[in-house]
């Protein structure tokens, strides 16, 4: 699987010419999956901002579902353990790209293990995962406890996809625990190596080949 792991989605001209690079073929002739399982777990989020996200109504803000993608289906990771893996596999293996919204990255992790896509990524070679904030941080091995919302006393270990964690929104306006001085004191606490990432940054992954695409700020803790 290739990796496009954002803060705020596909904000500028150089992180959507990645992506291009990542699918391979314009966005045009690709078929993509939306997940907004994250959100569940989020208090801040409601069914109001998945039909936005789904809908493409956030004021001056182009969502993961507006790229001008070929098709765009849902896939509601809640449902697929009632539903059995013969049946929504193959919507998975179909697809060029999977998009994972924001939300609650350890509620996220969860219901990829639960539903059994989590098992299912080692095969597709060939898709791309376009996260955003959550969606990129539950590919990670840990979250940090700043990002911990669903059930506050579990653990903030995600599905280790990638050696690295990602602390999102950088120096985003008005968000008092995203602050670069926020991130240098959460990075120590991670146990590993880490990214701080704004809303114009994202890091691809492909071929054991790690890259930070960036028209923003950014930062980099070895660990």
Not at 117 to 128: Q, Y
């Amino acid at each position: 699987m290739k990796l496009l792991l954002t803060s705020g989605g596909v904000r500028n001209p150089s992180i959507r010419a990645e992506l291009v690079r990542l699918l391979g073929k314009p966005i045009e002739e690709s078929g993509a999956l939306f997940i907004p399982t994250a959100q569940w777990g989020q208090p801040m989020c409601s069914p109001q901002s998945v039909y936005a996200s789904i809908a493409g109504e956030w004021p001056d803000q182009e969502g993961l579902c507006d790229l001008g993608w070929a098709s765009v289906g849902v896939l509601e990771l809640t449902a697929l353990p009632s539903i059995g893996a013969d049946r929504w596999t193959s919507w998975v293996r179909d697809a060029d790209v999977l998009l994972a919204d924001g939300g609650e990255a350890v509620y996220l992790a969860h219901w990829m293990r639960e539903s059994g896509l989590a098992g299912l990524l080692p095969e597709l070679d060939d898709t791309v995962w376009v996260g955003v904030s959550a969606g990129s941080m539950a590919m990670t091995p840990r979250i940090g406890r700043l990002f911990v919302d669903w059930r506050p006393d579990g653990s903030d270990e995600t599905l280790g996809v990638v050696d690295f964690s990602i602390f999102p929104h950088l120096d985003y306006p008005g968000w008092a625990y995203n602050t670069t001085e926020s991130a240098r004191a959460w990075a120590p606490t991670i146990g590993g190596p880490a990214y701080a990432i704004d809303d114009q940054t994202a890091i691809s992954v492909a071929e054991g080949e790690v890259a930070v695409i960036s028209e923003g700020h950014w930062e980099h803790f070895p660990g």
